[in-house]
């Protein structure tokens, strides 16, 4: 009997953020079933780096623009529909927040402390580097 392997499919996400009154905002969004907050993510497009198929991703499911920073901040893993997701991540600092976004009918958006954020997020890994990387950020 053959067990089937699960490949690992690499994406590529951003933690969206704002500085308010010298204080880190990041921006979560809903998954499409609005069942639970998540981060901006996708698979790398073909022909893009991870940054800018993540910036495109943030476009597309919370109608953010900004340039992302290039280093990575950490990478966490997930598991959905039986296969299994490694998702790289990077800082976005938001320059433009959009009122008509291409997904803006099938997600929710709200801006919270980074403490707050990590505190509502499900996946555990997520939480870590949100509680972790916050001083990364560049006030």
């Known amino acids: 009997m053959s067990r089937k392997t699960n490949k ?9 953020y704002r500085v308010r009154d010298g204080k880190v905002e990041v921006l979560l969004i809903t998954n499409r079933k609005r069942q639970s907050w998540v981060i901006p993510k996708g698979g790398v497009c073909k022909g893009m780096t991870p940054p800018d198929s993540a910036a495109k ?10 340039r992302v920073n290039t280093e990575k ?13 490694r998702v790289h991540l990077f800082w976005l600092p938001v320059d433009q927040v959009l009122e008509d976004w291409p ?3 099938q997600r929710e958006r ?14 555990n890994s997520l939480k870590r580097i949100l509680q972790t990387s916050k001083e990364q950020v560049k006030v």
């Open 103 to 105: 997904e803006a009918s």
């Open 8 to 16: 690992i499919c690499k994406q590529s996400g951003v933690i969206p």
């Open 73 to 85: 901040i950490g990478a966490y893993k997930y598991s959905k529909r039986g296969n299994i997701y």
């Open 57 to 66: 991703e943030a476009w597309e499911e919370a109608g953010v623009i900004g």
């Open 110 to 123: 709200i801006w919270l402390d980074i403490n707050h954020a990590a505190m509502i997020v499900k996946e």
